[in-house]
């Protein structure tokens, strides 16, 4: 398996407070991503970054930032949690363009 | 507007069937298509085309890419009950910018019955 560990597996927090998910690599890998996954939607894009410091957004940023300070890790935060924002939480890493992306176990993340 | 479209949605077969789901996309700066299966757990990487018209085979499960018409099949010959899941296809483009990502359909959910 691919060094990838999401933490933590599964939050319970209530409406209005902030939350970060952490998503933290082994490979050295350049490209990671957060994607939610949503009965009926798939996955979708949150944010991604391509390299330290450098982000971008995907399909369905709003309400949500990310950091990368360093090459293996890549937080997801929520600033003010919404029952919205329900859903499971993936992260994926890519080494490079043309390769194949791999997945963490994922967060599962119950907003109240 | 979705960029990459999976057909059927869901499917429901039986074993020893033999099965193909599609994936249509369109998109700026195409780089690759990629092919997933999802359990109940994180998506596991199947395929990867970049080249039009070369199958990818994996025992029982092929995929091969169109350029040209903008889409991608993925064949499961003789299912097995352990063949049900959903299999998600992505791609990778820029949308015109400077950086690729990986956007994802929506699924094909496909159950097989003893």
């Known amino acids: 398996d691919a060094g990838i560990t999401q933490s933590p597996r599964h939050k319970v927090t209530e409406t209005g407070t902030p939350v970060t998910l952490r998503c933290h690599q082994t490979?050295?890998?350049?490209?990671m991503y957060w994607y939610r996954q949503d009965p009926g939607h798939g996955l979708r894009l949150i944010h991604y970054?391509?390299?330290?410091?450098?982000?971008d957004k995907g399909e369905v940023s709003d309400g949500y930032s990310v950091s990368r300070s360093k090459t293996e890790d890549f937080l997801l935060t929520l600033e003010s949690a919404t029952s919205s924002q329900t859903s499971v939480y993936f992260c994926?890493?890519?080494?490079?363009?043309?390769?194949?992306?791999?997945f963490g176990q994922g967060t599962r993340l119950t907003v109240v | 507007e979705d960029k990459v479209v999976q057909s059927p949605l869901s499917l429901v077969v039986h074993e020893g069937d033999t099965v193909t789901l599609n994936c249509s996309y369109e998109v700026t700066n195409f780089r690759s298509l990629l092919w997933y299966k999802q359990e109940k757990k994180a998506p596991t990487f199947l395929f990867m085309l970049t080249s039009s018209g070369i199958e990818k085979k994996s025992g029982r499960l092929s995929s091969i890419l169109d350029k040209k018409e903008l889409f991608s099949i993925l064949n499961i010959t003789a299912t097995q009950t352990g063949d049900s899941a959903v299999y998600l296809c992505a791609v990778e483009d820029n949308s015109g910018g400077s950086n690729y990502k990986l956007t994802f359909g929506k699924g094909t959910l496909l159950t097989v019955n003893p």
């Open positions: 970054s391509y390299g330290v410091k450098d982000t």
């Open positions: 994926a890493i890519s080494r490079q363009m043309n390769t194949e992306a791999f």
């Open positions: 490979e050295n890998h350049r490209y």
